[in-house]
C-alpha cells in the first residue's frame, strides 16, 4: 500500500528538540487523533511519517531514521509474520504500542517480541503517551547499530519453560506432557520436546514409533529453520510433541549448538515450549537452560530428596538460572508416604515456589500409559487431573509475570508506604516487596537472581546516586531495574536512561495501572536484553576458541616463523 508523505510541522523553534515519528495505524481517525496529541506534546517538535500496515512500516524504517515507532495493537493479528515485522522494527526503533486498556495478553505480546512500551487509551492516555515517547526517544539516543545491514534479531516470542527431575523416574515426563494438554484446554498453544540424543520417554510413554525424532534433525542440521514441518507430531488439539531419539546415539560436541538452533526456532513457533531436560543436567545442556525463561525441578517427597535438590538447583545457579525462575513441583510415586515429608517443609526448607503436589495414582497412569494418552486425557475427573491442571495454572502465573518478586531500595517511609498502597491495589498480578535501606542490603538477593525487578529510589547527592545506579545496574544483569524519581527530573531520566535502567518512574503521577505496566514492561525488556548479552558472550567465546585453533594450525605448518 502506498505510504502517505512525511507530514512536517513547520515551527521554527530551536528551543525545541525535534523528534521524528514513524505511525503505524490503519484507521484515518485514529490517525489524526495521534498527530494531534503527538503534536501537542509541548517540549517536542513532532515530524510524522505514516504507515498503513507493517510491510510498508518496514519499508520506510529501512530508508529514514526514526527516533519513535508509534504503533497500533491491532496490527499484531496473533501472526507469525506479524511478530516477526514488529519484532524487526523494534530492534531498528523504540517502539511505543498503543492499545485498549483491557488488552492485557496482546500486549504483552507486543512486549513480547520487543516493543519498548504500551500505552493504554484511557482516560490517563494524554499524560502518558508523551512520557512514552521522551522515554523511547532516551533509548533511541543511546542505541547503536542502526547502520544498514545490520543483521536482523528475532525475538523468541513464546515462552521457554524447562522440567527437569532431581532424578530419574520421578515423573518428569509424565508432568510435563500432562501440563502440556492443560495448557493447550486454556487455549495456548504447547510444544513439548525433549532433548535426548539416548532415548525417547514420549515415545515410551505415550506407545509410539514416531518415524522422525530430534536425532534424525541434528543429522540434517539444515532441517532446523523447518522444524515445525516435519518433525513435530500432533499428540492433540494445540499440542505437538519433538521426540527425543528412537536409538541411543552418542553424544557429539556440536550438539550443544544444535539444541540452542532447536529451541528457539520452536519458541518462535508456539506460546509456550515445555522442555524435558535429562535428571543429570550434562554439560551438553547448558546453553539451552541458560535461555529458559522458567525451570520447574520436579521432586519427591522423600526425606532424602532435599539433597538430591540443593545439588540440582546449585548446577541450574551455576549456569546463569535466576532463583526468581525456579519452581518445585512434588510428585509421590507409591501410596506408602511413611517415610515422605509435607511438599510445602520441603520447599520451605529449599527457599522456592512450589506450583503443585501431585498424588500417588499407580493405577491410574498406568492405564493411561497402556492406552497412550495422557492422565488428563483418560481420568479428566480424577484427582491427579485436578492436581497436574492446577500445577499448570500455577506455572502459568509465574511464567506470565501474575506473581512477582521486587524489591525496593533506598525507599523511605513515605516512598514505602506510596508503592505499597499502589501495588496492593493490583488485581491481575500480586506483589511480593521486599524493602532495604541501602544497595549493600540487597546485594545478595539481586547477584543470585532472587527477584524479578528492582525499583531504586534515588537518595543523597547526585554522586551518591550515580554510584548506586551504576552498582545496581551491573548486578542487575537478570532483573529489571526501574527509577523511582520523587520530583520529575529529566536529566534523572537520561542518566537511569544511560546506565541501563530500564524505566524511571515518577512517582507523584504514578497509578495503580501504570506502575504496574511499567514493571511488566520493564521485565520483558530485560528478558530480551539479557537473551542476547547471553549469546554475544557465546559468539565472543567460540570466535575466541576458533583464533586459538588456527593460530595453532600455523604454528604447527610454520614452525620456523616464531609466531606468537
Known amino acids: 500500500m502506498a505510504l502517505n508523505k512525511p507530514q512536517v510541522e513547520l515551527v521554527r523553534d530551536p528551543g525545541r528538540p525535534s523528534v521524528v515519528v514513524l505511525l503505524a495505524v490503519r484507521d484515518d481517525d485514529v490517525r489524526m487523533a495521534l498527530e494531534q496529541e503527538l503534536r501537542a506534546i509541548p517540549d517536542l517538535r513532532v515530524t510524522v511519517t505514516v504507515a498503513r500496515d507493517l510491510d510498508a512500516a518496514r519499508r520506510v524504517a529501512s530508508r529514514m531514521r526514526f527516533e519513535v515507532l508509534v504503533m497500533e495493537l491491532s496490527m499484531l493479528d496473533g501472526s507469525a509474520r506479524a511478530a516477526e515485522l514488529v519484532s524487526e522494527l523494534a530492534f531498528l526503533i523504540p517502539t511505543v504500542v498503543i492499545g485498549p486498556s483491557g488488552s492485557t495478553e496482546r500486549s504483552r505480546v507486543a512486549l513480547r517480541v520487543g516493543a519498548r512500551d504500551f500505552v493504554a487509551q484511557d482516560e490517563q492516555f494524554a499524560q502518558n503517551l508523551p512520557r512514552a515517547v521522551r522515554a523511547a526517544m532516551a533509548v533511541s539516543c543511546q542505541k547503536v547499530g542502526r547502520a544498514r545491514g545490520v543483521p536482523r534479531v528475532v525475538v523468541v516470542q513464546g515462552r521457554l519453560v524447562g522440567f527437569v527431575g532431581i532424578r530419574g523416574g520421578v515423573g518428569t515426563t509424565t508432568a510435563l506432557l500432562n501440563c502440556a494438554v492443560a495448557l493447550a484446554q486454556g487455549h495456548r498453544s504447547v510444544i513439548a520436546a525433549e532433548l535426548s540424543t539416548w532415548t525417547s520417554s514420549f515415545a515410551a510413554q505415550l506407545r509410539q514409533q514416531p518415524s522422525l525424532t530430534l536425532a534424525d534433525l541434528l543429522t540434517t542440521p539444515g532441517h532446523i529453520g523447518q522444524v515445525t514441518e516435519r518433525y513435530l507430531a500432533p499428540l492433540l488439539p494445540g499440542v505437538r510433541l519433538l521426540y527425543g531419539s528412537a536409538t541411543p546415539r552418542a553424544p557429539s560436541p556440536d550438539d550443544a549448538e544444535l539444541f540452542d538452533r532447536v529451541i528457539n526456532v520452536l519458541g518462535y513457533q508456539a506460546d509456550y515450549v515445555l522442555v524435558d531436560l535429562p535428571a543429570n ?22 526425606k532424602s530428596s532435599l539433597a538430591v535438590a540443593v545439588e540440582t538447583i546449585a548446577r541450574l545457579d551455576a549456569w546463569g538460572v535466576a532463583r526468581a ?25 529449599l527457599g522456592f515456589s512450589l506450583i503443585g503436589s501431585v498424588p500417588a495414582a499407580p493405577i491410574i497412569c498406568s492405564q493411561a500409559s497402556g492406552r497412550g494418552v495422557p492422565v488428563l486425557q483418560s481420568a479428566a475427573g480424577h484427582a491427579l487431573s485436578a492436581s497436574l491442571t492446577a500445577a499448570a ?35 491481575a498480578v500480586r506483589f511480593e516487596l521486599t524493602f532495604a535501606s541501602s544497595v549493600d542490603e540487597m546485594l545478595e538477593g539481586v547477584t543470585q537472581g532472587a527477584f524479578h525487578a528492582v525499583l531504586l529510589v534515588p537518595r543523597g547527592s547526585g554522586e551518591d546516586f550515580q554510584r548506586d545506579l551504576s552498582r545496581m545496574a551491573i548486578l542487575c544483569e537478570r532483573i529489571a531495574l526501574v527509577v523511582v524519581a520523587p520530583v520529575a527530573d529529566s536529566n534523572l531520566v537520561k542518566m537511569a536512561t544511560a546506565a541501563g535502567a530500564q524505566d524511571c518512574v515518577h512517582l507523584p503521577c504514578m497509578t495503580t495501572i501504570w506502575l504496574v505496566h511499567c514493571l511488566l514492561s520493564s521485565i520483558e525488556r530485560q528478558r530480551v536484553v539479557y537473551r542476547l548479552h547471553v549469546r554475544n558472550r557465546e559468539l565472543e567465546t567460540c570466535e575466541l576458541g576458533y583464533r586459538k585453533m588456527i593460530i595453532q594450525v600455523l604454528r604447527e605448518r610454520h614452525p620456523d616463523q616464531g609466531m606468537v
Open 281 to 302: 543436567l550434562p554439560e551438553l545442556h547448558r546453553r539451552v537452560v541458560r535461555h529458559l525463561d522458567h525451570v520447574v525441578v520436579v521432586i519427591d517427597r522423600y
Open 393 to 427: 495454572a500455577e506455572l502459568v502465573k509465574l511464567v506470565d509475570y501474575q506473581r512477582l518478586k521486587v524489591a525496593v531500595v533506598n525507599a523511605d517511609d513515605g516512598v514505602t508506604k506510596t508503592l505499597s498502597d499502589l501495588l496492593k491495589e493490583s488485581e
Open 325 to 349: 525462575c525456579i519452581s518445585l513441583l512434588a510428585i509421590d510415586k507409591d501410596l506408602d508416604c511413611r517415610d515422605t515429608r509435607p511438599a510445602e517443609a520441603l520447599a520451605s526448607e
